[in-house]
């Protein structure tokens, strides 16, 4: 696969994420914090745990913890893996914090092409609510997620820049499937050792069916160590 149609791949859903942008009634700025921690096991099992914050309302308010517990299994040698996650989230719902659980399942396709790299990731997540905290029609939220990113190993460096376009489909709505949302991430990695790195990005998030679709822009860092 050349670099042009792995492109072609990526923008259209990246022009759906400014088109939403466009026509936005509400927006907001906020910033996203994590540290993760990652182990393989053998050539095909691995495992990551990872803690993450989140704030909006322009950085003043915080929004979200999510303490997430990962396992992979290679299927395919460095091209196609399983994997499952649980996520505990303690979530900011306006007067006071609900406590929502998230379980996951998908796979991970990737291909490798000198400094490229290009991967697309599907899974089907499951969201359990609180019913004390709202009424909430469909509880577990069924949503089936796509992600395609594509990097670039700066040579003689330790910089990768990367892109990346993913959508949210909803699997049992009232409307049945459809498309939810959208996110689009540009950003960067750098290499400090063999052991860790560290992840800045900007992201933007936008609704397409809500009545009052908001657009949230975030900007985040991450660092990453690998056992």
């Known amino acids: 696969m050349n670099k042009a149609k792995k492109y072609s791949l990526i ?10 942008v466009a ?15 990652s182990q393989s096991f053998s050539k095909k099992w691995g495992a990551k745990i990872e803690q993450e914050f989140r704030f909006n309302q322009n950085y003043s308010v915080y929004s979200r913890a999510a303490t997430s517990l990962g396992a992979s299994y290679g299927l395919v040698p460095k091209r196609l893996k399983a994997e499952a996650e649980y996520v505990f989230i303690h979530q900011n719902v306006i007067t006071s914090y609900e ?4 379980a996951s399942l998908g796979l991970l396709a990737k291909i490798d092409y000198r400094q490229s790299d290009f991967s697309w990731q599907s899974r089907i997540q499951s969201t359990w609510r609180n019913e004390d905290y709202g009424d909430y029609k469909f509880n577990p939220k069924y949503v089936w997620r796509n992600k395609l990113k594509y990097s670039y190993t700066v040579f003689g460096s330790c910089y990768k820049p990367y892109v990346s376009a993913e959508i949210f489909c909803p ?8 498309l939810d949302g959208v996110r689009g991430v540009i950003g960067c990695e750098y290499r400090i050792n063999k052991h860790s790195s560290v992840d800045l990005f900007y992201r933007i998030d936008q609704d397409l069916q809500k ?3 908001q657009t949230m822009f975030y900007t985040g860092v991450g660092w990453h160590y690998r056992l």
Request: hydrophobic share 45%.
């Open 99 to 102: 406590i929502r659980q998230r």
């Open 211 to 213: 009545a009052n679709s």
């Open 23 to 37: 026509r936005s009634q509400t927006r907001d700025a906020g910033g996203i914090a994590s540290v993760s921690v």
């Open 171 to 178: 699997l049992n709505t009232k409307n049945g499937m459809l």
């Open 11 to 20: 923008w259209p859903i990246l022009l759906l994420v400014f088109a939403g």
